[in-house]
């Protein structure tokens, strides 16, 4: 509808009739420089209130320190679940997330005071950034606003391809379901995030089948590193994918995880083609090893309970495949893989 009634007004542009005339034009632009007026007003309100949350949570963490890791232990998920809700009011739900995180590492085993540590550290460096925004490059300042919660534009460059559908994922916290789609541009090479959103109970709206192919122009969110986008139209029927998308081996993932951390240290995990790898024992968990070298990223313990696991295992037969998933700190999470015949993808979630 937008498109036709600026194909109306365009034509009435090159016929000599205003698209709107008289006082209704006037009132027209008053009414708009009203509406961006308020809604800069509206903007700064909502900053000053994630300034005082993060100047509140940068005490709150330098408590922690000064305390000792190990009272997080003793003080139970009371602690963070409160904080957490402090960062809600202050309307900076990234940063209520990362706290909720904070909260479960007490309880996730071995170690758990270092990786605490880390994750303490990253969300100090978020807090420092926010309140450092002004002096930050243009895109690393939109990537710090999107990583505390404020909402980003899709304006970060539209590319037509043919896109591969590489993985489709539901996870719920029970009161809304999150679904990401994962797709990879057959000529650029480029990756993009879909994110669609449903209530308790309720299906998100947007679905891809996995294992097809379809051109497409999408449109990724502004800032650094951001992988976030937005699909238009399907220009063509989907087609089944005929081969997997060029990869690399498990030294070269870490080298282009590495480098993503440059554009935002806030990166949990970047989309990772691996090509010619062996999923094989490690220890208590399980590793994905270079065919006939000697480079292996591990397999996150979080997936080692998983039946996509065990049907990578079943595939691969102890031979190479290739693997595509979400490379992080904490380990490689497979999404799908493909064997001896390439126009087979095979979801492992």
Known sequence: MPAVIRAARRGRAAAGQPASAG????????????DAEAARKRAERRAARITAGTTELEQRLADLVRGGLAAAGRSGYGLWEETAARMVDAQAPGLAARVRDLGAVPGSGAGWPLRLLEECALLHLLDTAWLGRE?????????????????????????????????????????????????????????????SFGAAGRTPPLALPVGLTARADVT??????????????????????DAPPGGTGCAGATELYGKALRDDPWLEALPVVLSGVVPVPAGDGWQLADDGGDDALPVAPAVLSRPGLWRLVALSGGRPVTVFGEFGHQGFVPLTAWSDDPSETVPLI
């Open 135 to 195: 002096r930050l490059p243009e895109q690393l300042a939109v990537t710090v606003r999107t990583r505390v919660g404020l909402p980003s534009a899709a304006d970060g460059g539209t590319v037509r391809d043919d896109w591969l559908i590489l993985s489709q994922d539901d996870t719920s916290d029970g009161r809304l379901t999150t679904r990401r789609i994962w797709l990879h541009g057959r000529d650029t090479g480029r990756s993009a995030l879909l994110l």
């Open 23 to 34: 006082a209704g034009a006037g009132e027209g632009a008053v009414r708009t420089g009203a």
């Open 220 to 241: 990724w969110h502004g800032g650094a590193g951001q992988l976030r986008a937005e699909i238009g139209e399907l220009l063509t029927v989907p087609a089944p994918i």
